[in-house]
């Protein structure tokens, strides 16, 4: 190695130290701006750490090696003689000469770079294809394969459905009972097996397309090792009875059967989701007749009922305000441990209020907590409605202090429902006759538990209790009410109320 080379590498390892690298320490020699004439040669700009100033700047040089700021020159160690130094000239003549044989090179006949580009696009079609197919293989239901897809499921790319998805949206964009389905699914690019026609039938239930829900069903007859089961008996029904098809549903679920008893045997027999999937068909279409028969079908075939099965029933006896299968169901429910919604338990007791059934109603009410379904405020209410329908203060009394020790605060309507409940109580012969103190007194302790909660008194809390003073010809209480209510609660009394109350003061004054 030369002197000039080795003057050159100690050059760069020095850029390299001021850049983070490690290097030769060049001693004040490196402080220095000035290039040598080997580095110039190379046409690059070393890095120069100016002495003092604590910063680092580049010295500009154009690719003649040219400098920009004059410098001392590094003089390099003794030794042999110096390798002779390239003009800069001639560095930028050899450049030039390079530029141009690069343009000769490029400036080839137009020909030759189209059938070179044609060539190399054909080579990476397959390649594009299948990076295409990874990143965006949908193509929204107007495709479902690989590039555009027709209505028929027809591709300008390469061919029909490759995989699950793309089956599933071609067959949703397909037109319905021009045969589109049946060969979307023949010639796909897999062979689906029983499961994916189960997921098929769903996709196009919940689509509202029943009608490509049984041609899916239908292919799957002429698919080899595909045989129809049970949980695609199960979605075609779902389906139908989705779009309003109960007699249609009705016909699968004969064939169905029919199935179970012929060499399939076990594998197309109905179960529970059958059955749930048929009643609720029957009660969309308000066949609760039809419903109601399914169900007892399936008690009859020992397939138990589950917890959608009850609530699809009940909802048909709602509707048609059958309250007595209605009440048949909840306590089918409670034998299985289950129960309703607290909406229909409210339904059925009110029911049960109109009919005067307060015991069935309690029953219901009692059952439905022992079961797991909780007791909230509208239920209560409720339920203390029926007893004030029906007289029963006395259970109204006691479910209203059953409400306090468990946490629930009623509203004006809660108390006031209580209020009208004892006031018009028809006390059993088994607790002795008619005592109007003692309905006062208890009212008067519901009045108390109303304050202590901080719930409003309204006028018609004030009637209630005015009338139970005046049946028990209790002046005293009933003057020292109307002060509270005007004075100390600022409430209105009615005028009717007012004119019981005055009646009552001129009767005793008399």
């Known amino acids: 190695m030369t002197e000039v080379e ?49 910063s680092t700047t580049n010295s500009v040089h154009d690719e003649a090696g040219e400098q920009s700021s004059p410098g001392t020159q590094l003089d390099p160690k003794p030794g042999p003689a110096e390798a002779p130094v390239k003009d800069p000239k001639d560095a930028k003549d050899a450049k030039e000469t390079k530029s141009e044989k690069s343009e000769t090179k490029e400036t080839k006949d137009p020909k030759d770079a189209k059938e070179a580009k044609d060539a190399k696009d054909q080579k990476d079609a397959p390649l594009q294809s299948a990076s295409s197919a990874g990143k965006g293989g949908r193509s929204g239901r107007q495709g479902g394969g690989r590039g555009t897809r027709d209505k028929s499921g027809n591709s300008s790319g390469s061919g029909f459905p490759w995989d699950m998805e793309s089956l599933k949206e071609a067959i949703l964009a397909a037109e319905a009972g021009s045969g ?23 996709v196009c239930g919940k689509e509202k397309m029943a009608d490509k829900a049984l041609e899916v069903f239908e292919a799957a007859t002429h698919m080899p090792n595909v045989q129809r089961n049970t949980y695609m008996y199960s979605a075609l029904i779902s389906a139908l009875g989705g779009s ?5 549903a009705l016909e699968v679920f004969d064939n169905m059967k029919q199935d179970a008893a012929g060499p399939r045997g076990p594998i197309c027999e109905p179960n529970t989701i059958t059955y749930s999937a048929l009643i609720s068909a029957c009660e969309r279409a308000g066949k609760l007749e039809r419903a109601w028969e399914v169900y007892q079908e399936m008690r009859e075939s020992n397939v138990m009922p589950d917890l959608i099965t009850y609530s699809v029933l009940l909802s048909a006896c709602e509707k048609e305000n059958e309250w007595d299968k209605a009440l048949e169901v909840v306590d089918a429910m409670h034998s299985a441990g289950m129960h309703a919604n607290q909406l229909s338990y409210s339904r059925a007791i009110n029911s049960l209020a109109e009919q005067g059934r307060v015991e069935k109603a309690t029953e219901v009410f009692l059952q439905m907590q022992m079961c797991g379904c909780e007791a909230n405020l509208h239920l209560c209410n409720t339920m203390l409605t029926c007893l004030e329908r029906n007289g029963r203060g006395d259970l109204a009394f006691h479910l209203l202090r059953s ?26 012969s088994s607790q002795g006759a008619h005592n109007p103190n003692a309905i006062l007194s208890t009212m008067l302790d519901v009045y108390q538990m109303m304050k202590f909660f901080g719930v409003r008194v309204t006028p018609y809390t004030c009637r209630l209790l005015i009338d139970a003073c005046v049946a028990a010809r209790q002046t005293p209480a009933a003057l020292a009410l109307a002060h509270e209510f005007q004075h100390g609660l600022s409430v209105s009394m009615e005028e009717e109320t007012l004119e019981k109350l005055n009646s009552l003061l001129r009767d005793e004054n008399v």
């Open 403 to 428: 409400m306090h020790e468990n946490g629930i605060v009623g509203e004006s309507g809660t108390y006031n429902a209580t209020l009208a409940a004892i006031l018009g109580t028809r006390w059993p």
């Open 180 to 202: 589109d389905v049946r060969n979307l699914i023949v010639k796909s690019g897999f062979s689906p097996r029983a499961p994916a026609f189960t997921a098929l039938i769903n």
């Open 6 to 54: 080795k003057t050159t590498r100690s050059s760069s390892d020095n850029n390299s130290s001021h850049s983070g690298h490690s290097g030769h320490d060049l001693g004040p020699a490196a402080n220095s701006g000035k290039p040598t004439e080997a580095t110039a040669s190379t046409g690059r700009a070393p890095t120069c750490s100016r002495s003092g100033s604590g």
């Open 244 to 248: 309003g098809m109960w007699e249609k």
